[in-house]
């Protein structure tokens, strides 16, 4: 497995076959079926400290002055309608509503200091866990 991210990717085909595949970017894939050439469904990005798929928020040592972080390497992104990159902070079904920040500040991600923005389900144009499809 080469350094830097790692992905799962999920595949369907037209043909009905689905499979999914590790690979070092969200790339297409040739159906194991047919061999027709299939765009990921879904991805799935990896975290870097416990290398599992599906993290839930690992403890990162920062350094010996900061303590802990969380884990943010598999936040959900999402592109607002008005252009703008974000990453969402959470999720509020009831009100339907998003609390988002801008992806510039993922990597110092702080959630005591950030600034989120309250946007409505309305201003959103899509959201995923896959960077890159997000901000198509």
């Given at each position: 497995?080469?350094?830097g991210?790692?992905?799962?990717?999920?595949?369907v085909?037209?043909?009905?076959?689905?499979?999914?595949?590790e690979?070092d970017?969200?790339?297409?894939?040739?159906?194991?079926?047919?061999?027709?050439?299939?765009?990921?469904?879904?991805?799935?990005?990896?975290c870097?400290?416990?290398?599992?798929?599906?993290?839930?928020?690992?403890?990162?040592p920062?350094?010996?002055?900061?303590?802990?972080?969380?884990?943010?390497?598999?936040?959900?992104?999402?592109?607002?309608?008005?252009?703008?990159?974000?990453?969402?902070?959470?999720?509020?079904?009831?009100?339907?509503t998003?609390?988002?920040?801008p992806?510039?500040?993922?990597?110092?991600?702080?959630?005591?200091?950030?600034?989120?923005?309250?946007?409505?389900?309305?201003?959103?144009?899509?959201?995923?866990?896959?960077?890159?499809a997000?901000?198509?």
């Amino acid at each position: 497995m080469s350094e830097g991210p790692w992905f799962l990717n999920h595949y369907v085909c037209v043909c009905g076959c689905t499979w999914d595949d590790e690979h070092d970017c969200t790339c297409n894939d040739h159906c194991p079926v047919c061999n027709k050439e299939i765009v990921p469904e879904s991805s799935d990005e990896q975290c870097p400290v416990c290398k599992k798929f599906t993290c839930d928020g690992c403890e990162i040592p920062v350094d010996a002055n900061n303590g802990k972080e969380a884990c943010m390497f598999n936040p959900t992104y999402c592109k607002l309608k008005d252009g703008r990159e974000m990453v969402v902070f959470s999720d509020n079904t009831d009100e339907e509503t998003m609390h988002v920040f801008p992806v510039r500040e993922l990597e110092g991600f702080d959630a005591e200091s950030i600034c989120c923005v309250e946007v409505p389900y309305s201003a959103i144009a899509r959201t995923d866990r896959n960077r890159v499809a997000a901000y198509l």
